[in-house]
């Protein structure tokens, strides 16, 4: 069925009893052109964009758990292509622009809110810095805006003005960022994929990989039995160095732990997504007015999918020092996701050593905002065993060429970025 | 999370640093490449038992090794690195 005025109004008079499944639960086939490992964001928008893009339907999205369960159903859900290098910028610019037209492409409302997002600088240093930034975002063609104090506090009422140690000086604006609804990008993308001929096929973990004469791969091991492939593209976030330890490769990356928070409703009072350039905090309002907020990773590894106090600690203190009057807001709830945090802070969207094993992954804490443009490029990489241009840089030979793609020039640190 | 430092008693976790996996040994001089990319940027990142440092920076200031598990935060072992094999 699409979704239209016409099926909401007949809907709304049937009680909306009669709206169908959103997408099959099929039994898995034998065989698959293509086996995607993991049915989260990138997983399930490969799937779409190898139908659309490259006519390639005889494809299986497998997922552990529920399609949903991973991180894109726990992110804040931030989308922006503010980046810095010339490596990176072409590639989460092509997914905001494809986020602007998603709702429609999809026939489903992923409620994507180009509300900006607005880094706030205290120091002269952190202006010349978001200048910097600022110039290589308009050199690579994406919207940058410099605020001075006034049109920051203008924006933010809430933000204390009277903070001595950190006055805010200014902020760097991309207005054409903003968020989205988690869960809808999922269940959109797994739709889409569907009514395209994608089987979506949840409860099934993939345990192992079959391997042919030369090494390469020819299908997956799951708990639901073997299933051959032409190729099998592994996108399973939190989980990738497991994966990819069933084929013995070692990545360079660590599981880490990062922690979201939400209030309790309030009236409007957050409209864009800010960050507090002093502490680790970010924050936004949900269309219910719950404020949404988070920090740092934890900062060892772990895959518990449950963060530690200090944490907690941590951005609160930073809460109270950037907007003091939500001091009285109660916290309405707390979780946490399993990140797979790599040695320069940017993901691997790449063919890989064996013959017809494809990876996407290594989303550090910015994965959510790259599901349309990444998977876009992956699909592409799968389909014709080569990468995109805007895909090219991401790949696992980067660290031994010493060309990491490090952003923050922080080092061969996996919790730094 | 607490850790039990064997100077200090079982102290919160915000007291210690982390660095990682205390596994990866620094290669010989004149080591393969490979060697070097390995111990620079690779990692196991096991779903379960992890050997790793940290550091007691607001306590005694020792560098420690610590068994954990990174399933459920269980620590079973904690030592003093020595100036052994242990602390390359
Ligand atoms: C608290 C938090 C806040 C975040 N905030 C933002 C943000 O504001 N903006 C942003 O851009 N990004 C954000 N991120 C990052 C973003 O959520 C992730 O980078 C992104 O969702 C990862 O890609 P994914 O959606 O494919 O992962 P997931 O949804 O985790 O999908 C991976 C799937 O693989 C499955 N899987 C694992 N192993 C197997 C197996 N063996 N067999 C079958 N299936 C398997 C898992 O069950 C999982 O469903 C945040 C993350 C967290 C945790
Ligand atoms: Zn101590």
């Known amino acids: 069925m699409r979704y239209s005025i016409s099926s909401l109004v007949k809907q709304a008079f049937r009680g909306h009893s009669g709206w169908p499944e959103a997408f099959r639960h099929p039994e898995p086939a034998k065989h698959y052109d293509v086996v995607i490992v993991g049915g989260g964001g990138h997983g399930l928008a490969t799937a779409y964009y190898l139908a659309k893009n490259h006519e390639i339907t005889n494809v299986a999205v497998l997922e552990r758990g529920w399609i949903g369960s991973g991180n894109v159903g726990r992110n804040t859900t931030i989308v922006r292509s503010n980046y810095l290098l010339n490596s990176e910028i072409p590639l989460l610019e092509w997914s905001l622009k494809l986020w602007e037209g998603l709702s429609e492409e999809l026939n489903y409302n992923v409620m994507f809110s180009q509300r900006g997002v607005l880094d706030i600088f205290h120091t002269d240093g952190q202006r010349d810095e978001a200048v910097r930034r600022g110039n290589a975002m308009i050199v690579n063609g994406v919207d940058a805006v410099m605020l001075d104090r006034k049109q920051v506090l203008d924006m933010m009422p809430l933000v204390d003005e009277n903070n001595g140690r950190y006055p805010v000086l200014g902020g760097l604006l991309q207005p054409r960022a903003g968020n989205a609804r988690h869960d809808a990008v999922a269940w959109g993308y797994a739709r889409a994929a569907d009514r395209m001929g994608a089987d979506i096929i949840q409860n099934c973990e993939v345990t192992g990989f079959c391997r042919g004469p030369n090494g390469e791969v020819t299908g997956v091991e799951t708990n639901r039995g073997q299933i051959s492939a032409g190729k099998v593209a592994v996108a399973v976030a939190g989980h990738t160095s497991q994966v990819m330890g069933m084929v013995g490769m070692k990545l360079p990356c660590e599981s880490h732990t990062l922690q979201a928070f939400v209030s309790e409703a309030v009236k409007p009072c957050v409209n864009t997504v800010a960050t507090f350039g002093v502490g680790h905090l970010y924050i936004s309002q949900s269309d219910k007015g719950g404020l949404v907020f988070g920090g740092m990773v934890d900062g060892y590894n772990s895959y518990t999918q449950r963060g530690n106090l200090p944490i907690v600690e941590d951005v609160a203190e930073a809460m109270m020092m950037f907007m003091p009057a939500l001091g009285r807001v109660r916290l309405l709830r707390h979780w946490a996701g399993v990140v797979d945090m790599t040695m320069d802070g940017s993901p691997f969207i790449c063919k890989t050593p064996l013959e017809n094993l494809y990876l996407n992954g290594g989303w550090n804490y910015t994965g959510f905002k790259a599901i349309p443009g990444a998977a876009w490029c992956f699909a592409h990489t799968v389909a014709n065993g080569a990468p995109h241009k805007f895909n090219a840089p991401f790949h696992l030979d980067r660290f031994a060429e010493g060309r990491p793609v490090d952003a923050t020039g922080g080092g061969p640190f996996p919790n730094h970025h | ?88």
């Open chain 2, 1 to 88: 999370m607490r850790i039990p430092c064997p100077l200090c008693g079982a102290r919160p976790l915000e007291e210690f640093v982390y660095r990682g996996d205390a596994t990866v040994t620094r290669p010989e001089e004149g080591a393969p490449m490979e060697e070097w990319v390995s111990y620079v940027y690779l990692r196991n990142n096991p779903k379960g038992a992890h050997r790793e440092h940290w550091r007691h920076v607001a306590g005694c200031g020792s560098w420690l090794i610590v068994d954990r598990n990174t399933l459920t935060h269980e620590i079973t072992r904690v030592a003093e690195v020595r100036p052994s094999g242990d602390a390359r």
